[in-house]
């Protein structure tokens, strides 16, 4: 294993510091336990946004605090979820008294942590709720999981509430929202290699040169089916056609209403991409991929999109949501609205994704 590290047991806490020392005017680091947040949080009058989840998927979801987006962000160990008590510190740093969105990825610990947390925040008096992101179409059930994977949606989500927040709409409005963008999205990765933990120094599973693992989770988890090698075109048309003619599915989700002071179940149905939809599409690096190998992937992907009818109309091309050094990619497609490209085009400050400022 060849890294630039020091100790393995040191990465996530030393990267922390690194952060706070290169962006100081947008973001500051608690330690122990470990949260980022805004630099001037909490912002007065404005519902916070709160997420978080194993390190080692950088830049989410440290790299997404600052205006526009996160107030805060909870970074678990490599691949380990954060703790609840971390949750709930990062919470009470940033709540302003107008509430708290928390956006999860659907892995187990994530949620049932999250889940903890909010209920300890409620108990404090502190308006919450949780939005859980569900939109990897590769397979139903997995490692870490029940029910679809939460994967590159979760960056879409932070931005497009994020800037929702900054403009001013209330806890259940920005509720509503998240539950719409998870239902508009849909995503599906793909490995040419395995990840390296620090801890571990070796692969973290056998794929072989010729080989490539389709429908991969971002921690390793074993996808869809492990097929020969086959061209950018080829990997392409099978991510982004399974996305497309994915089905309408129904399926429950679990929000906590602080209204009823209970979890309740709700019952959702995903949409469907239909000819003359306006999209996002999303093309990212699982870490070891290089930004000329992306846009052949979007050259194609934007290809098979004009073929189905679909207007992309807005795009995001880069590593945003990793797996330590992988080779592989995921897309990403999100079907708009005029509110969404609104709010997507609006301005965001954080230390790895910004414009309009």
Not at 75 to 94: R, W
Not at 206 to 213: G, R
Not at 325 to 342: A, F, H, R, V, W
């Amino acid at each position: 294993m060849k890294k630039l590290i020091n100790n393995p047991d040191n990465v996530v806490r030393e990267s922390l510091e690194g952060m706070t020392i290169a962006y100081p005017e947008l973001i500051k680091v608690h330690f122990d336990p470990h949260f980022i947040y805004r630099a001037d949080a909490p912002v007065s009058g404005k519902v916070a946004l709160v997420s978080g989840g194993g390190s080692g998927h950088e830049p989410m979801h440290g790299g997404f605090v600052g205006m526009g987006m996160l107030d805060a962000a909870c970074p678990g160990e490599i691949f380990t979820s954060p703790t609840p008590d971390q949750m709930l510190e990062a919470i009470k740093q940033v709540n302003s008294g107008a509430g708290v969105l928390n956006i999860i990825k659907n892995y187990s610990g994530d949620v049932m942590n999250f889940e903890m947390a909010a209920e300890l925040a409620y108990s404090e008096g502190i308006p919450i709720f949780n939005s859980l992101i569900d939109d990897d179409v590769a397979v139903k059930d997995s490692l870490y999981t029940q029910g679809r994977r939460g994967v590159g949606t979760t960056v879409l989500a932070e931005k497009i509430c994020g800037a929702a927040a900054e403009l001013g709409y209330n806890l259940q409005q920005l509720a509503d929202l998240c539950r719409r963008v998870n239902l508009n999205g849909r995503s599906m990765g793909m490995a040419l290699t395995s990840c390296t933990t620090p801890a571990k120094g070796s692969p973290t599973f056998d794929l072989p040169d010729e080989e490539m693992e389709v429908g991969i989770g971002i921690h390793g988890e074993p996808g869809r089916q492990r097929l020969p090698i086959k061209s950018a075109d080829e990997i392409t048309e099978m991510l982004a056609l399974s996305i497309i003619e994915d089905s309408a599915y129904s399926r429950t989700v679990r929000e906590w209403h602080q209204d009823q002071g209970e979890w309740v179940d709700i019952e959702l149905i995903d949409p469907l991409f239909e000819k003359g939809d306006r999209i996002l599409a999303f093309v990212n690096s699982m870490g070891g991929t290089p930004s000329s190998e992306l846009y052949i992937v979007y050259r194609k992907l934007a290809e098979i999109c004009q073929k189905k009818g679909l207007n992309i109309v807005r795009n995001l091309i880069g590593a945003y949501i990793t797996s330590l050094d992988m080779q592989g990619c995921s897309i990403t497609l999100l079907k708009m609205d005029d509110e969404l490209i609104k709010l997507w085009d609006a301005p965001v400050k954080t230390p790895c994704l910004r414009w309009g400022t």
